[in-house]
């Protein structure tokens, strides 16, 4: 059954650093999102993505915060700087269809440490 | 905008049933999702409803909406260990968004 993946699984930076979060979408999907947990608390959407731009975004996905589809297989989000409150769990995320009726497929996560 | 709440931990004992239970705000929500969450693992969509339904019902798996309260529930029948989980209720809040609540831990002892 194909899914979500995402790498890496768990990626440790230092404060100010840039990062890279990286997902590989389901092949036939053409919506693609990122959502946050932070530890102990509700998973957050940040943004969606479909037609190489963006469709959504939250009020947590600020200048810091940046999406792309640099191939035909690859998603990713990018932190310009990273800050200690960055760290949380990042599922990235795709669906056939954009409507939020449509059913939305997770990948693992990658767990975010900023130290 | 969109609040979605949960109850945050539910033990019951192999082979009863568990009821989890959520509330949400936003009465224009259309459709209501039930994820699982097992350890080291994605969200899992298990199942969702729309909501002009009251009832839908797949397998083990219940789903109860009552759109008068905003409140739905997901019953799993004959809980077996490997239930053992976090359930996530979702709901459409946006075009193509999702809102969740924090999650249910559901542990299901021997």
């Known amino acids: 059954e194909p899914e979500v993946t995402q790498t890496p699984s768990h990626q440790v930076t230092q404060m100010g650093q840039e990062v890279i979060l990286r997902c590989v979408p389901i092949?036939?999907?053409?919506?693609f999102y990122w959502y946050r947990q932070i530890l102990g608390q509700k998973v957050e959407f940040l943004v969606s993505f479909y037609n190489n731009e963006i469709s959504e975004k939250s009020e947590i996905f600020d200048d810091q915060f940046s999406v792309e589809r640099p191939d035909g297989s690859n998603f990713t989000l990018k932190i310009r700087s990273t800050k200690l409150e960055d760290s949380a769990m990042y599922f990235c995320?795709?669906?056939?269809?954009?409507?939020?009726?449509?059913?939305?497929?997770f990948g693992p996560g990658t767990r975010l440490t900023v130290t | 905008g969109e609040d979605v709440e949960q109850s945050l931990f539910l033990s019951v004992r192999e082979g009863d049933s568990s009821v989890i239970n959520c509330t949400y705000t936003d009465s224009s929500s259309t459709y209501l999702y039930w994820y699982k969450q097992e350890p080291g693992a994605g969200l899992q969509l298990l199942t969702y409803?729309?909501?002009?339904?009251d009832m839908k019902q797949d397998q083990r798996l219940t789903v109860l909406l009552n759109k008068k309260d905003k409140h739905l529930s997901l019953r799993i029948a004959d809980t077996q260990t490997g239930d053992s989980a976090i359930y996530f209720c979702?709901?459409?809040?946006?075009?193509?968004?999702?809102?969740f609540g924090k999650g249910t831990m559901l542990l299901v002892s021997p």
């Open positions: 979702a709901v459409n809040s946006g075009y193509s968004t999702l809102t």
């Open positions: 995320a795709s669906s056939e269809y954009g409507r939020s009726s449509y059913e939305q497929y």
């Open positions: 409803i729309f909501s002009n339904m």
């Open positions: 092949s036939n999907h053409l919506y």
